[in-house]
């Protein structure tokens, strides 16, 4: 359930509050201030409602927009306000993130809203400013009103002063947009993303997703207008709402780079986090059928797994995921998820799975505790796949207890219903606090419940497939798709986009589970491992395909969480990104990647420190794109410094990738 704010306990350092108390009165208007100056929210009491206005740079940016929660068959007419301002300014530390440490630092004003009405409930709305955008959340005392109190509505109103072009989640598809914000007709799930103009961007999102509906954007017609739309939510009294939130950024790099949501989630909830290690994931599921040069087949077996694990360890790899069947089809409501050894899978030339017996004494039989332990004692731990028939079948917190009992790192989630918003928003967070109490990370697919910087409070769930996954639901993804995909469902938390294919010519063909040729250069592959933000950038090769190209997965596993630093060098949405990121051993790594067209890009190395480094720079072959000659590229090596530039050729749907270290570190040869 939700609680009010709180101190963040974990803060480093923190300015002292200070107070300033509004007026009682009927037509009472105010300000805060983002640090910098920048934006200014106003709020004033009109009409028996709260509205509030956001300028930026002294130009109205959201015009008038409206407030309020409605619970009664009627909107409550309040006639009174008082207004508390408080600053807070504190460093504090992610246990994984983009950046080793975050600056939370805003003006809050928290206004208390009275009716001639003693018995309905005390509304207060609270308004939070940072330098990277605002947010608004409603907290409701109990009063004379009876607990429970069903939110039929909320009121809040996001009004923009112009036009724009937005683009919208949309589940597992490609995402909606660009489209002109004030042509939108029907109603768009969050993130929206809006490009104003050169200097000026947007997305519209949620944080601190407790007990309560997530929402989404209803548009008012032909206007630049939108009401947030939820579905009716039970909750009990004293009560405070998620945060709606609007990140304000002048590059859309800018909105990736943000921590606002995370800023304005509670503190970790986890008292040693040191368990949950993020980090590069090995993935069976698109192996399953691929025949090696050597003539082993990839299958549900120990065999397989036990390849993947001598990999992983030998290259430094922590992680191994088995997908889903590993302990039997994976939707026959008869499969015990705790089944670890008396049975052989079968995959028929149908895609169907299929179980039989082990024969007695049969040393390759599944057997998943010896098979954790195998990865123990190599350094790899193992994630297991669940879903919610097995959940809903069996005892699921026996189950957890089990795999944390057999040694796992973590489980992947799939298929979870649920019969309304708020049921699978409370569905999802039990899951991860049940798998945070066993020691367990957690990945959420197949239609999760929106990011929303909750990572900060339980950094055990590590990412979701919130997004169009790459050659997923026998589809693959375009270039565009996570070029947007980028600067859309990653600007709200870690998305899991199942990137990291080598084998990339012909792969439709000799791999079962891989459906649609995958749109992408193995440069271009590389690239979007870097360029997406998750706990678990999850990888779904085989290790023969790895192998084979030394250069480009030295890349890859040079790419160790947590992440020192991330910026957004530069962006366009659905066009291309530049991303740079300071591992966890201080390895600098940058990527580059682009849609459909080839492109050419400049790359200043300011961030560079005094000392000289090498780099390692990989990039797309002359001949190359994501539709024919996928695999071709060229490497160099060469020191390079602060001041210089770096100039990047990337083919259409590729990439490039950059790898800087010190000069006594070796980073491999020309190709």
């Given amino acids: 359930m939700s609680s009010f704010p709180h101190v963040n306990a974990r803060s480093l350092r923190t300015l002292p509050v200070v107070l300033f108390l509004g007026c009682n009165c009927a037509n009472a208007e105010s300000q805060i201030q983002s640090p910098d100056g920048r934006l200014s929210l106003t709020w004033e009491l009109k009409d028996h409602g709260l509205t509030y206005q956001v300028d930026r740079d002294d130009e109205t940016f959201v015009s008038e927009s409206r407030t309020g929660l409605r619970w009664g068959p009627k909107t409550v007419k309040w006639d009174s306000l008082d207004a ?9 530390e992610p246990v994984w993130g983009k950046n080793k440490s975050i600056l939370d630092h805003y003006q809050q004003a928290s206004v208390s809203l009275g009716s001639e009405n003693p018995a309905d409930p005390k509304l207060t709305v609270i308004f939070r400013i940072y330098d990277e955008g605002f947010a608004l959340r409603y907290q409701i005392e109990q009063g004379d009103h009876s607990s429970p109190l069903v939110i039929l509505e909320d009121l809040t109103e996001f009004n923009f002063s112009q036009s724009g072009t937005a683009w919208s989640y949309n589940g597992e598809a490609p995402n909606v947009g660009p ?10 799930r969050l993130p929206m993303t809006i490009q104003f103009d050169e200097e000026s961007f947007a997305t519209i999102a949620e944080a601190h997703l407790d007990d309560f509906s997530w929402m989404d954007l209803r548009p008012q017609e032909a206007t630049n207008s939108f009401q947030v739309g939820i579905e009716k939510s039970s909750v009990k009294l004293p009560f405070a709402s998620p945060w709606r939130a609007m990140l304000i950024a002048d590059t859309a790099g800018g909105l990736v780079d943000a921590n606002l949501l995370e800023n304005l989630n509670p503190p970790c909830a986890i008292e040693d986090p040191s368990w949950v290690k993020p980090g590069l994931t090995f993935w069976d599921w698109r192996t399953w059928g691929y025949v090696a040069p ?9 065999a397989s797994w036990k390849r993947f694990i001598d990999f992983a360890s030998a290259k430094e790899v922590p992680y191994l995921l088995l997908d889903a069947n590993w302990y039997g089809p994976e939707f ?3 499969m015990d998820p705790k089944v670890s050894r008396d049975h ?10 299929v179980r039989s017996p082990a024969p007695p004494n049969w040393d390759e039989a599944i057997d998943v505790p010896a098979l954790i332990k195998y990865g123990q004692e190599r350094g790899v731990g ?6 919610d028939k097995a959940r809903i079948n069996y005892d699921f917190e026996e189950t957890l207890a089990t795999y944390q009992a057999w040694g796992a790192a973590g489980i992947k989630y799939g298929f979870m219903t ?6 699978k928003v409370n569905k999802t967070n039990e899951i991860i606090r049940l798998c945070a109490k066993y020691k367990l990370m957690c990945n959420f697919h197949d239609g999760p419940i929106p990011p929303n910087g909750d990572y900060r409070t339980w950094p055990n769930c590590t990412t979701r497939e919130y997004c169009h996954a790459q050659a997923d639901a026998k589809r693959s993804f375009t270039p565009s798709t996570f070029n947007t995909s980028i600067f859309v469902n990653m600007v709200v938390g870690p998305i899991d986009m199942n990137n990291g294919m080598f084998a990339l010519e012909g792969a439709e063909k000799d791999r079962p589970r891989v459906f649609e040729a995958i749109p992408s250069t193995i440069v271009g592959e590389c690239a979007r491992i870097l360029a997406t933000f998750s706990g678990q950038s999850i990888v779904l090769d085989a290790p023969e395909s790895f192998g084979a190209h030394p250069e480009l997965f030295s890349y890859l596993s040079a790419q160790k969480q947590p992440w020192q630093d991330s910026t957004t060098i530069a962006g366009e949405i659905g066009n291309y990104i530049v991303m740079r990121r300071t591992a ?5 790594l940058l990527a580059a990647t682009t849609n459909e067209e080839p492109r050419e890009l400049v790359v200043p190395l300011d961030f560079l420190g005094a000392q000289p480094m090498e780099a390692l720079i990989i990039q797309d072959g002359e001949d190359a794109s994501y539709l024919k000659n996928q695999e071709s590229y060229e490497t160099e090596v060469r020191p390079v410094r602060s001041g210089e530039s770096l100039t990047l050729k990337l083919a259409a749907g590729g990439g490039a990738c950059v790898l800087f270290r010190s000069p006594s570190k070796e980073l491999g040869s020309s190709r």
Wanted: no cysteine.
């Fill in 332 to 334: 026959d409501p008869e």
């Fill in 584 to 588: 966890a051993d201080g390895t600098i």
């Fill in 382 to 387: 193992i994630f297991l796949y669940i879903n």
């Fill in 84 to 92: 508390k301002i408080e600053t807070e300014k504190a460093t504090w």
């Fill in 179 to 188: 489209e002109p914000l004030n042509q939108i007709e029907t109603t768009r």
């Fill in 294 to 302: 050597d003539g082993f087949e990839y299958g549900l077996d120990m």
């Fill in 418 to 423: 649920g019969t309304n918003r708020q049921g």
């Fill in 344 to 353: 052989l899978l079968k995959q028929l030339p149908s895609g169907e799975i």
